[in-house]
């Protein structure tokens, strides 16, 4: 039987759309309130391998034995698909029991980013709650991405943004910066709550230099981040972003790609900057703007809070872009000539502004997976499930390759140019699928998908978890998680790890049965990112810790 909602504290925003958090409770287990005191764990035992999970607060394994084993950006790969390399892994843990855990660490009151793991340092967004800067004491609202060491867990240096000054409607509250950046070498590009694109020296100032273009930090100190270069997207594009920006840039070659988060005003009633681009490829050494791609932001339904994905197709790098028009692009990486666009609303479907349409944008990060991209149409998670798409859509096509023609609002007719390889969601006319008539088959998300072994595995926002097959669409089996989940699934040594609003890990095997792994595994607070894993070490976010915990056998 499924329960009912309730809305926690309005200063709870999704790291994809800033906006109230919507909760559910399981029955299975009674809220509980732990202590979020810093705690630093001797390694009781050494472990050996990995995994990797979400989108929102974040899981993610890590190698203790080779520096090699990264998680440098949301998905771990341009491509998105969340599998990391791993051997057997253990599930056998508590993160309650202190010998379970690497260590454990603070952060600040809420913490939307995923995890990210390079060269020995797990790299985090969070806002200012934990006061790790004294210049910046934890009653001082800003936006952070914290780094500590990898082995130890000790604090290495913040970056830290002043919150801007027309508040919610471009930047909302106490959330912080829930962008993931993405490594390279010693640097590091992220988008900050300020709708800035910023790279870093993943070193700080720990290396006594003042590394690129901006050498007049404010914040300069051992502890603080040193920044490379700053493109203000709100000053020098015109972007407005509408309530956050955030999207987790990625790096190609010499470029780095980003969703600049353009959005609708305050009161949903118009597009502020209709001109401003949506999309951006900006030279990842010095910043400059190399292309752009501004038509999407007149067609703006209400944010754009996604971000890229790259793949290789017929020996052509594409970068795909999810649209806030509900619309997904994709264009030559170097060059930004635009290759192909999937619309992936049903033509006859509205939009409302208040959410309650069929129409929706993309909030989902989409992945790439033997020429084709699956991807899925979500919202602000405020505006609650409504009705879900989930496509596989080849990728060598080019122009409109929809799967119908026509205007929005009206019937569409089926288009001959489809890359469409097929379709999962709408409602379930019969029942014949759900066992129910009119029900949903699937809703909006803000997850991305795994796909492994010839299957599929995606949440919806409610707390179900969908496995179809990866080459027809057929739908095999629908779990309920029974909480809202945010984050995107990781898939590691034949289980799926998937972590919920209530703070539960789930584990599932990767079959075409459902078959859990074992109990649910409860963490502090709520869980919003996507877990990772590499080799032996799984670091996970809930909403005010940080973890690491030993998972090899």
Known sequence: MRRTRRSSSTDSRSSASAIRVVRRRSSRYPIRHRSTETTLMAAPRLVTIRASLMLGLVMTIVSRSSGAADWPMAGGTPQRNGLPAAGPIDVDFDPENPDDLRWKVKLGSQSYGNPIIADGKVFVGSNNGAGYRPKHPAKEDRGVLLCFDLASGE??????????????????????????????????????????????????????????????????????????????????????????????????????????????????????????????????????????????????????????????????????????????????????????????????????????????????????????????????PEYGDGVGHLYRIDANGRGDVSAELGAEGTPGTPNPNSKVRWHYGGIDADGSLTGKKGESIFRRTIAAAAVADGLVVIPDFSGRVHCVDFATGERYWEDDLLGAVWASPLIADGKIFLADENGQLWIRKLAKELEPVRDEILFDSAIYGNPALVDDLLVIADRSNLYAIPVGR
């Open 155 to 380: 604090f290495l240096w913040q970056l830290t943004r002043n919150k801007l000054i027309e508040g919610e409607a471009l930047d909302w509250p106490t959330v912080g910066i829930c962008s993931s950046p993405c490594v390279e070498g010693d640097r590091a590009w992220l988008v900050t709550n300020r709708c800035e694109l910023i790279c870093l020296d993943t070193e700080g100032f720990a290396d006594g230099e003042n590394d690129g273009a901006v050498t007049d930090e404010t914040d300069a100190e051992v502890g603080d981040a040193d920044i490379v270069w700053v493109l203000d997207m709100k000053e020098s594009l015109g972007v407005l972003p509408h309530n956050l920006a955030t999207s987790n840039p990625l790096v190609h070659g010499d470029l780095v790609f980003t969703l600049t988060c353009n959005g609708v005003d305050e009161r949903h009633e118009s597009i502020p900057a209709p001109d401003a681009p949506s999309f951006v490829a900006v030279d990842k050494r010095t910043g400059e703007v190399r292309w752009q791609v501004s038509e999407v932001s007149s067609r703006v339904l209400h944010g754009q809070w996604a971000s890229p994905a790259l793949g290789i197709v017929d020996g052509v790098a594409q970068v795909v872009f999810p649209g806030g028009d509900g619309w997904v692009y994709a264009y030559v990486a170097e060059t930004g000539e635009e290759l192909w666009r999937c619309d992936l609303n049903p033509k006859a479907s509205r939009w409302d502004p208040q959410g309650r349409g069929d129409r929706n944008p993309i909030v989902a990060t989409p992945i790439f997976v033997d020429g084709s991209v699956v991807i899925a149409v979500g919202d602000d």
